[in-house]
């Protein structure tokens, strides 16, 4: 017996050493791949063409998470960058000789309407250099034939569509399935926010009034900025564009040849005889291309190594206190950072992206302090992405000037409280009864076991009234308008970038380049600077350990299970992470 216990345990350390042995042969291979991958230099050849796809999210700023872009069956990392480098590298082809035109294939596309509205912005300074556009797809989005617009040559594939049909937005709401729970939500929002919809979701099986009214004002806004933009490329007028999207008219692809969406009708192999032919090649030719992604480690010119410093700071995600990560802001570990760059005598100017949709109201006015310190040492200037509401417009208001596209989500200023009252669900559902003892009267507060008595839920409201006159308060004074004035046009409504420069919320419609250049020029250091961006990414060997997690494999396979219904996952991640009053947008805000 003894014998087979050692032997037992000698398999199984051989086998725990083995295992522990192809880890790091895996993590080896991976890093060393990735490391090549990121630092291989790319050569172009004359009349190469730059690809552009966006098969994957495009978001703020590129990942050096090697895991996060990683073709296991291949072994190969897979190129995919954030809006900062998409909007260097087209840019650069720009002036690259090299670079003869952009080809864009368009079949898939998930970008913001902020960040789409950027990309186009920088494809028409593009266009200005006399290279040509060419764009193709199977089938259009909306989204993707907005940016197709602007092409010097648009095709479909015979078969194809182009949906065009105009905007909707669909909410999700949980209160009938917290009623089957028995779980009670207690909810205590901010005097007359009723635009305050976050919440509803929780409250109602649908739009209120006052939220149907905002979301309806907003599509409004989006809509008209794109059928605008679609109606100057195109030549076509926006009342045509929108009857054409009333009936539905573009169910075919000889459909938009008819009304002038498309220039022609062409199969993959048509397309490419049409890149050929613009690079000047013969029939059997290859093409030279590179893709926007590898595009990047391409040299043009002399590498800026200016001394100066203008630092561009990423807040990307819900507000929370403690730390963050790359989708995430933690007010610990954000305030840091700009308190950082702050004391750095290199940076003469921060521009601060922010693309959040808020969270707790408390590490909101955290950063908001950091971000008066900063400005009262440099410029200070906030480049908003598709959303910066709620927090995310707390945390903005102390910026010396505000940029936002005319499709930036933004405002939504007001708060909200909510504490569950899980009893039923424990007593009625599931059979566990609780008992307790306390102290004092209200030793309870915040518990989550019974209802709130009228005390606690005063005491709660109470709170909620003082954040929210702090909130507006904080508004009028750093946009200098008057309260009452900022309390009408809040409420917790969310507004477009388009019609927030006309309620006085932000000082130029401009994408994130713009508030470089204005930062800049504030900085007295126009024409002699880079750029630094931060927080600092992980090193991708760390950032690989991180994420070979339990939970984060078993969030990546069910993304990539359910493809667009994870979303719903995240929403209840949300709604366990609201700990707090709450400044936050509404959830689940889908706009196709």
């Known amino acids: 017996m003894k014998e087979f216990f050692k032997f037992m345990f000698a398999s199984l350390l051989g086998t725990l050493l083995t295992l522990l042995l192809l880890l790091f042969i895996v993590i080896g291979t991976i890093s060393a791949l990735v490391s090549m991958a990121d630092n291989e230099q790319v050569k172009l050849k004359a009349n190469t063409i730059l690809t552009i796809k966006f098969d994957e999210p495009v978001v703020d700023r590129s990942s050096k998470n090697p895991f996060e872009n990683f073709n296991f069956m291949s072994m190969k990392p897979e190129n995919t960058i954030g809006l900062n480098d998409i909007l260097k590298n087209i840019e650069k082809a720009g002036n690259d000789p090299n670079i003869s035109g952009i080809y864009m294939d368009l079949s898939s596309m998930e970008i913001g309407m902020a960040n789409l509205e950027e990309i186009r912005l920088k494809l028409l300074k593009f266009k200005e250099t006399g290279k040509f556009i060419l764009s193709y797809s199977e089938d259009y989005s909306q989204a993707s034939y907005y940016l197709a617009s602007l092409s010097n040559e648009i095709y479909v594939n015979p078969e194809g569509t182009i949906m065009f049909k105009g905007l909707s937005s669909q909410l999700v709401f949980i209160k009938n ?102 690079s000047g090649l013969g029939e059997k030719d290859k093409i030279e291309a590179v893709t926007i992604g590898k595009y990047t480690n391409a040299v043009v010119g002399d590498e800026n190594k200016n001394r100066n410093k203008i630092a561009v700071i990423y807040a990307v995600g819900s507000i929370s206190s403690g730390e963050g990560n790359e989708t995430a ?143 507006t308060g904080l508004v009028a004074r750093t946009r200098k308008l008057r309260q009452s004035y900022v309390d009408s046009i809040g409420q917790g ?70 493809g667009d219904y994870y979303g719903y996952i995240e929403y209840i991640e949300q709604l366990k992470g609201m700990t707090g009053v709450q400044a936050r947008l509404p959830f689940q805000m889908v706009i196709e």
């Open 493 to 562: 409504r969310v507004w477009a970038g388009s019609d927030a420069i006309k309620l006085g919320l932000i000082d130029q419609i401009g994408g994130l380049e713009d508030a470089i250049a204005y930062a800049a020029e504030k900085a007295s250091v126009a024409n002699d600077f880079r750029i630094t961006e931060l927080p600092e990414q992980k090193d991708p060997i760390q950032q690989l350990i991180e994420e070979m997690s339990g939970q984060t494999r078993v969030k990546a396979t069910l993304k990539q299970q359910l």
């Open 329 to 471: 802001i933690g007010s610990e570990s954000l305030s840091k950072v700009i308190r950082k760059a702050r004391e750095d005598e290199k940076i003469k100017a921060i521009v601060f992206r922010v693309n959040s949709p808020g969270g707790s109201a408390l590490a909101s006015e955290i950063i908001r302090r950091e971000v008066e310190l900063a400005k009262n040492t440099k410029p200070f200037i906030v480049s908003m992405g598709n959303v910066a509401a709620s927090g995310g417009y707390w945390i903005s208001t102390n910026a010396d000037y505000i940029f936002a596209d005319a499709g930036t989500i933004t405002g939504s200023i007001g708060v909200f409280g909510v504490i569950p009252n899980m009893k039923g669900l424990f007593n009625n559902k599931l059979g566990i009864t609780f008992d307790k003892v306390m102290t004092n009267k209200n030793s309870d507060f915040f518990g989550t076991m019974e209802p709130l008595s009228e005390f606690q839920y005063a005491k709660i409201q109470g709170e909620v009234v003082r954040i929210y006159d702090d909130f």
């Open 177 to 278: 399935m917290l009623e089957k729970l028995e779980i009670q939500t207690q909810i205590i929002r901010g005097p007359n926010n009723k635009f305050k919809s976050a919440v509803e979701p929780l409250m109602y099986d649908k739009m209120s009034d006052a939220n149907r009214e905002q979301m309806q004002t907003l599509l409004n806004s989006i809509w008209g900025k794109l059928i605008g933009s679609i109606s100057e490329s195109r030549n076509i007028s926006v009342a045509q564009l929108n009857l054409i999207a009333d009936n539905l008219e573009l169910t075919t692809a000889e459909k938009a040849l008819e009304y002038k969406f498309v220039d022609g009708l062409a199969y993959k192999d048509e397309i490419l005889a049409k890149l050929r032919q613009k």
